[in-house]
């Protein structure tokens, strides 16, 4: 398995500004997702987070608004950008495939970011 | 829009008491996998079920999958209140980003 890491673990912020999320694995991994969590809500899917290129976003998310990085095969970041309250929720970023162990097809999450935006 | 839809949406059951949790989905995966979280923490894994299996367990999970009828479930056995939280089912459909069904809140009481 892999042992992934969040920070920060939780943030208030203002309306308009910009947060960055971190996310650290202690293997190197083949993917690495971004997921969104809405207050009472089930997970969505914002990207996934691609080494060494742009980040493959779903529909309804932006580049603009959630940057990604991923320098390496054990981290990424996202951007909140231009933060509203109704970006206000749980970011969790996630993995699968650690690298040189056969047929890993499960996905492990990060602890999660909570973010809350006035 | 969610791939799945899960139901109950809550439960609520004795400490002792078996909970089952169903879950739908609407299109051809490759597996299927569920997850507990506890009061807004990070998920954890619980059990991963593939599109060629039909039932497996794990200590007091189980779970099935039916690909005809595109649905699983997740059944807990002797439940107990550690056991409270919200569950979710989530597909891989191929490309390996997962879709989460809505999830199910349960409630165990002492």
């Known amino acids: 398995s892999a042992v992934i890491s969040q920070k920060p673990s939780r943030d208030i912020c203002q309306r308009g500004t910009s947060l960055t999320i971190q996310c650290q694995v202690d293997s190197q991994v083949t993917m690495m997702f971004w997921y969104r969590q809405q207050p009472g809500q089930s997970l969505t899917l914002i990207a996934t987070a691609n080494q060494g290129s742009e980040a493959t976003y779903e529909s309804g998310f932006v580049i603009d608004k959630f940057p990604i990085s991923r320098p390496n095969l054990t981290f990424s970041t996202l951007t909140v950008s231009n933060m509203s309250p109704e970006d206000s929720s749980i970011y969790l970023c996630?993995?699968?495939?650690?690298?040189?162990?056969?047929?890993?097809?499960?996905?492990?999450f990060g602890p999660g970011t909570r973010l809350t935006v006035l | 829009s969610q791939q799945g839809e899960e139901d109950p949406q809550a439960l609520s059951i004795q400490e002792g008491e078996n909970a089952t949790m169903n879950c739908s989905y609407k299109?051809?995966?490759?597996?299927l996998q569920w997850y507990r979280q506890n009061s807004g923490r990070g998920l954890v894994h619980l059990i991963l079920i593939r599109s060629n299996e039909r039932e497996k367990h794990s200590g007091r999970l189980r779970v099935t999958l039916d690909t005809s009828k595109k649905s699983s479930s997740l059944l807990i056995t002797a439940s107990r209140a550690a056991d409270t939280a919200s569950y979710f089912c989530?597909?891989?459909?191929?490309?390996?980003?997962?879709?989460f069904g809505s999830g199910t809140r349960l409630q165990v009481q002492p």
């Open positions: 299109t051809s995966i490759n597996n």
């Open positions: 996630s993995v699968d495939a650690v690298r040189g162990v056969a047929g890993t097809d499960t996905q492990y």
């Open positions: 989530a597909t891989d459909t191929g490309r390996r980003a997962l879709t």
